[in-house]
């Protein structure tokens, strides 16, 4: 396990997942880094270790085109795996500006490496809009993930379910 992650086991499927500090997480189990790039404010975002886990071994990625405007929450792509098909969500609203395209011929590196090689695009987003993002840090989501925990009285085990499945309710998408 790499430095500044923590690995916790999601109890209902006995599966570590790594939840690295330093990026936001979505409800829908992706991960968000935002950088600062010669003046832009860009958002990289990955599916994270549990939603990979979840799908199993990922055999096709659809990615949204550079240019294609997206709000958060919005349908932008989608992944086919071994278990599951799901769509893809932009967590956050913004323009693509750059695809992995590397995943076009091996989806795999999103099992692989989830959080590095396995990243989906890059959106340029409002550098205003970064402080009220709808993401979770990295211990809330952990949180999120192992709802025994008790440090968010309002998730339980019903609301976490694999990337695209139909929100419970009390539970958000996005």
Same mark, same amino acid.
């Given at each position: 396990?790499?430095e500044?992650?923590?690995?916790?086991?999601?109890? #209902?499927?006995?599966?570590?997942?790594? +939840?690295?500090?330093? !990026?936001?997480?979505?409800?829908?189990?992706?991960?968000?880094?935002?950088?600062?790039? =010669?003046?832009?404010t860009?958002?990289?975002?990955?599916?994270? $270790?549990?939603?990979?886990? +979840?799908?199993?071994a990922?055999?096709? +990625?659809?990615?949204?085109?550079?240019?294609?405007?997206?709000?958060?929450?919005?349908?932008?792509?989608?992944?086919?795996?071994?278990? =599951? +098909?799901?769509?893809?969500?932009?967590?956050? #609203?913004?323009?693509?500006? #750059?695809?992995?395209?590397?995943?076009?011929?091996?989806?795999? !590196?999103?099992?692989? $490496?989830?959080?590095?090689?396995?990243?989906?695009?890059? !959106?340029?987003?409002?550098?205003?809009?970064?402080?009220?993002?709808? *993401? !979770?840090?990295?211990?809330?989501?952990?949180?999120? *993930?192992?709802?025994?925990?008790?440090?968010?009285?309002?998730?339980?085990?019903?609301?976490?379910?694999?990337?695209?499945?139909a929100?419970?309710?009390?539970?958000?998408?996005?």
């Amino acid at each position: 396990m790499n430095e500044g992650t923590s690995q916790i086991r999601d109890t #209902a499927n006995d599966v570590p997942s790594d +939840v690295p500090d330093g !990026l936001l997480y979505s409800e829908d189990h992706q991960w968000v880094r935002v950088e600062q790039r =010669a003046g832009l404010t860009i958002a990289r975002t990955g599916l994270t $270790d549990y939603a990979q886990d +979840v799908l199993g071994a990922v055999q096709f +990625v659809a990615l949204p085109p550079v240019g294609a405007v997206f709000n958060a929450a919005e349908p932008c792509g989608e992944a086919e795996a071994s278990k =599951a +098909v799901t769509d893809l969500y932009s967590p956050v #609203a913004g323009s693509v500006v #750059a695809v992995n395209d590397a995943l076009l011929a091996n989806p795999g !590196l999103m099992n692989h $490496d989830p959080y590095g090689e396995g990243w989906l695009y890059e !959106l340029q987003i409002d550098p205003a809009s970064v402080s009220s993002l709808p *993401l !979770l840090g990295a211990q809330p989501y952990r949180a999120f *993930l192992d709802p025994q925990s008790g440090d968010l009285q309002s998730v339980g085990p019903q609301s976490v379910q694999p990337p695209g499945a139909a929100p419970t309710a009390g539970a958000s998408h996005g």
